[in-house]
Nanobody, 114 residues
């Protein structure tokens, strides 16, 4: 069955960096665009970054220039490198792809605080 397992979250000070990973299984990873979403308390889930099967990327305006999405098809893994983190980046981060439906991981908490 389809599985998406995120890791790499944690507590970091403003200005710091984290690298999130999403290990995928149960589907043909290399042919799908992969997404990172986030959801902060009291707010709607928002799309942060997308990487297509060919490696093209798109970012939300709020993270452009600070976050980088990448993928390793040999490892069935998608990454989100987050630099220059701000307190507003605090959220649960989710890995996602869309096929016949929406598939989600369990999420990983990122807390940016001094």
């Amino acid at each position: 069955q389809v599985q998406l397992v995120e890791s790499g979250g944690g507590l970091v000070q403003p200005g710091g960096s984290l690298r999130l990973s999403c290990a995928a299984s149960g589907f043909m990873f290399r042919i799908y665009a992969m997404n990172w979403y986030r959801q902060a308390p009291g707010l709607q889930r928002e799309l942060v970054a997308t990487i297509t099967s060919s490696g093209s990327t798109n970012y939300a305006a709020s993270v452009k220039g600070r976050f980088t999405i990448s993928r390793d098809n040999a490892k069935n893994t998608v990454y989100l490198q987050m630099n220059s983190l701000k307190t507003d980046d605090t959220a649960v981060y989710y890995c996602n792809f869309k096929s016949t439906g929406d598939y989600w991981g369990q999420g990983t908490q990122v807390t940016v605080s001094s």
